[in-house]
């Protein structure tokens, strides 16, 4: 965390901190941000990875409910 000064930044909010190690759960998370270091990592980007991984957990949870993510968004 030391050597990205801008997740350092986010941390400084506690709820961020919980925010990012959610995701940082998800090993394509962690993959695309090292694929992508180069890249500005902000409370947008965390916040859309959020919606992301949200989205997908809920997918895996009712996997069973939906064959596809389009009937998500047809019931949604």
């Not at 000064?5 to 394509?28: G, R, Y």
């Not at 919606?51 to 009712?62: A, P």
């Amino acid at each position: 965390m030391n050597t990205h000064s801008q997740i350092k930044e986010i941390c400084e909010v506690p709820i961020n901190t919980a925010l990012i190690c959610l995701v940082w759960s998800d090993q394509d998370i962690r993959d695309q941000f090292h694929k992508n270091s180069d890249e500005d990592f902000n409370i947008s980007r965390l916040y859309s990875e959020i919606i992301n991984w949200l989205n997908n957990r809920h997918l895996e949870k009712n996997q069973n409910k939906y064959k596809n993510k389009d009937e998500v968004i047809e019931q949604g």
